[in-house]
């Protein structure tokens, strides 16, 4: 089976900059996304990583370290529409099915 | 616009009976898939598809069935066997291929079923 670890909840400043962190222990490891949840919605991609090193995306950037089974999403200048829940998930074997963490639930304040 | 359409967005059942979700895509994705979302909890798989005519059992299939006869449409019901039916229900699809775009699973809204 896969387990993936995330924290429950972060809270930050608005223009800070937040590290949310995942670790995973997996067999066949073939990839780490990272989504986006505002409460009640459908989850949004934000980032696949499958080999290691820093994924950039504008304000967002993920990082992958297969070797240390590790991940984390970078949040720079956080904005309070950034205030929601941080969904990783691996993939692993053949084809398509995500493992899901149980999500980090950010808070950005005033 | 491409997309996922999941209805009804909110649904109310009594103990005991089946009910039946609909989800749509119009996005020409092969695969398409069902994952149930509790307070918590990380989504988790209840059944996938990889193509028409044909489907398999996710982390959690009791209780649930589904069926794929079009490449657009893949309806889950919750049967009256599934034994915590309340929940948060999300269905995605995701194209395959090998390019860096592939595999990303775009979600529907999602349905909320309370059973009372």
């Known amino acids: 089976g896969q387990n993936i670890d995330q924290p429950t909840e972060m809270t930050a400043t608005e223009g800070a900059i937040v590290q949310i962190n995942c670790t995973y222990q997996t067999s066949g490891f073939n990839g780490l996304f990272w989504y986006q949840q505002h409460a009640g919605e459908a989850p949004t991609f934000l980032s696949y990583n499958v080999l290691d090193g820093l994924e950039e995306k504008g304000r967002f950037s993920s990082f992958l370290s297969r070797s240390k089974g590790y991940s984390y999403l970078l949040l720079k200048e956080l904005q309070m529409k950034d205030s929601a829940s941080y969904l990783c998930?691996?993939?692993?074997?053949?084809?398509?099915?995500?493992?899901f963490g149980t999500g980090t639930q950010l808070k950005v304040e005033l | 616009d491409g997309g996922i359409t999941q209805s009804p967005k909110y649904l109310f059942r009594k103990e005991g009976q089946n009910v039946t979700l609909s989800c749509e895509q119009n996005l020409n994705h092969d695969a398409m898939y069902w994952y149930r979302q509790d307070p918590g909890q990380g989504l988790r798989l209840i059944y996938y598809s990889q193509i028409v005519n044909d489907f398999q059992k996710g982390d959690i299939a009791e209780g649930y069935s589904v069926s794929r006869e079009k490449k657009e449409s893949f309806p889950l019901t919750v049967t009256s066997a599934q034994k915590n039916p309340t929940a948060f229900y999300l269905c995605?699809?995701?194209?395959?291929?090998?390019?860096?775009?592939?595999?990303?699973?775009?979600f529907g809204a999602g349905s909320r079923l309370t059973v009372l």
């Open positions: 998930a691996v993939r692993a074997g053949g084809g398509n099915k995500l493992t």
């Open positions: 995605a699809s995701s194209r395959q291929g090998t390019d860096s775009g592939a595999n990303v699973l775009t």
